[in-house]
């Protein structure tokens, strides 16, 4: 298994907090993704990075803001939390575009 | 699209049983195109990729089916096992675009004993 670490595991918190979630690689991978999962979707991408302080939004950023101060871990920050973020989300890495992505474990979010 | 129902389309198989999965892709212009496994409660899991200068890939008790005139792609699980079922999906890539895989939404295998 790639060497992908999310935390936390899980997550409930209340509407209006902020909330982070980590992923850690121990691949040194240059790209890094953020996904959320939700029942009838897809998998679809919130944010990814090509390197480190390089980011880009997916289809899904609204609310959501990341960083990536260094190459083994990607930041997903929900400034105010709401109850429609309310999903699993799924870190991501791949060496190259042209390659396979390989997924950590997920964190489940409920936001109340 | 974006308005569908909550279920996933099954499949049920018997143990030893070859499954064939199946996905539509939407854009002709993907090139790259990958099958995932996801477990009850786990990330997706890569199985197999295939590019689409090439119709079929092989790997360990799998073989992916490209069919680009169709835009259809397949799964084949030979001899399936209890510890295959799982929901599979497909994920394609459009060529020279961005780093961004597009996802299918799955097919749940079961696999009976």
């Known amino acids: 298994d790639a060497g992908i670490t999310q935390s936390p595991r899980h997550k409930v918190t209340e509407t209006g907090t902020p909330v982070t979630l980590r992923c850690h690689q121990t691949?040194?991978?240059?790209?890094m993704y953020w996904y959320r999962q939700d029942p009838g979707h897809g998998l679809r991408l919130i944010h990814y990075?090509?390197?480190?302080?390089?980011?880009d939004k997916g289809e899904v950023s609204d609310g959501y803001s990341v960083s990536r101060s260094k190459t083994e871990d990607f930041l997903l920050t929900l400034e105010s939390a709401t109850s429609s973020q309310t999903s699993v989300y799924f870190c991501?890495?791949?060496?190259?575009?042209?390659?396979?992505?390989?997924f950590g474990d997920g964190t489940r979010l409920s936001i109340l | 699209g974006e308005n569908v129902g909550l279920h996933l389309p099954t499949l049920s198989v018997q143990e030893g049983d070859n499954s064939i999965i199946n996905c539509a892709y939407s854009?002709?212009?993907?090139?790259?195109f990958i099958w995932y496994k996801q477990e009850s409660g786990k990330g997706p899991q890569f199985i197999i990729d295939?590019?689409?200068?090439?119709d079929k890939r092989q790997g360990q008790r799998v073989t992916v089916l490209l069919n680009k005139t169709v835009k259809h792609l397949s799964l084949q699980i030979a001899a399936t096992q209890p510890g295959d079922s799982a929901v599979y999906f497909c994920?394609?890539?459009?060529?020279?675009?961005?780093?961004?895989?597009?996802f299918g939404k799955g097919t749940k295998l079961t696999v009976n004993p």
């Open positions: 990075s090509y390197g480190v302080k390089d980011t």
């Open positions: 994920a394609e890539k459009e060529k020279g675009g961005s780093e961004k895989l597009v």
């Open positions: 854009n002709s212009a993907s090139d790259y």
């Open positions: 691949e040194n991978h240059r790209y």
């Open positions: 295939i590019r689409s200068n090439m």
């Open positions: 991501a890495i791949s060496a190259q575009p042209e390659g396979p992505q390989h």
